[in-house]
Structure formats: C-alpha cells, structure tokens
C-alpha cells in the first residue's frame, strides 16, 4: 500500500524558512512525479509546486515562483518543498501527492494524482 508522510509543517514569522519532506514508501517512487498543494480555511486545495519523476523538471505557481523550491531524492524516496520569504497568506495545510502521469499540463490538477499525503500544518504570523 503506497503511503506519503509529511513532515516539517510549524510557526513561523513573516519573512522565515521552513523546509516539508514527504517521505514515501510502498511504491516505486522514481517512476512518480510528485506535487504539493496547500489548503487553506475555507477554501480549495490549490497547486502549489510539482517535480517530474527524474528531477529534471519543475513546475510553481506563480505566487511562490522565485520563493519555493521542490526537489527530490529518489535515493531516499522523498520530495522537499524549501519555502522561502514565507508570507502570512502561505498559511495552509500543505499536502504531498504522487502521480504516474507524464504530461506536465496535468501537474496543475488534483484529479491526476492519485495518492496524497495526511497534509502538515504551516502557520505564518504577521
């Protein structure tokens, strides 16, 4: 049974670092591009970042590009989101998901992942 924990969620101030790890077993990782998402109170899960299987690509919304990084180590099953700069409005539950999927235009969607982390908590005071 494929599973996805996160992990690295917490406080921080305006301006501060946190670093997610998504540690993922019972699958073949390296043949899943990876994604996060957050969700905020009362409203939708929305994309945040995604990785194609080897690394070699990666994809941001555009309200974290030049902030966020995603990257991966197959070697160690886990894909990183570094969140830089972080801002009161990036407070959200941030989710990681696994998709066989190989058309980047579909990184974008929920609907083509097909597993999902327990999400983890980030908070950013102002």
């Known amino acids: 049974q494929v599973q996805l924990v996160e992990s690295g969620g917490g406080l921080v101030q305006a301006g501060g670092s946190l670093r997610l790890s998504c540690a993922a077993s019972?699958?073949?990782?390296?043949?899943?591009?990876m994604g996060w998402f957050r969700q905020a109170p009362g409203k939708e899960r929305e994309f945040v970042a995604a990785?194609?299987?080897?690394?070699?690509?990666?994809y941001y919304t555009e309200s974290v590009k030049s902030r966020f990084t995603i990257s991966r180590d197959n070697g160690k099953n886990t894909v990183f989101l570094q969140m830089n700069s972080l801002k009161p409005e990036d407070t959200a539950d941030y989710y990681c998901?696994?998709?066989?999927?190989?058309?980047?235009?579909?990184?974008?969607?929920?609907?083509?992942?097909?597993?999902w982390g327990q999400g983890t908590q980030v908070t950013v005071s102002s």
């Open positions: 998901a696994s998709t066989p999927s190989r058309s980047s235009a579909s990184y974008y969607r929920r609907g083509a992942y097909g597993r």
């Open positions: 019972g699958q073949t990782f390296s043949s899943y591009a």
């Open positions: 990785i194609s299987s080897n690394g070699s690509s990666t």
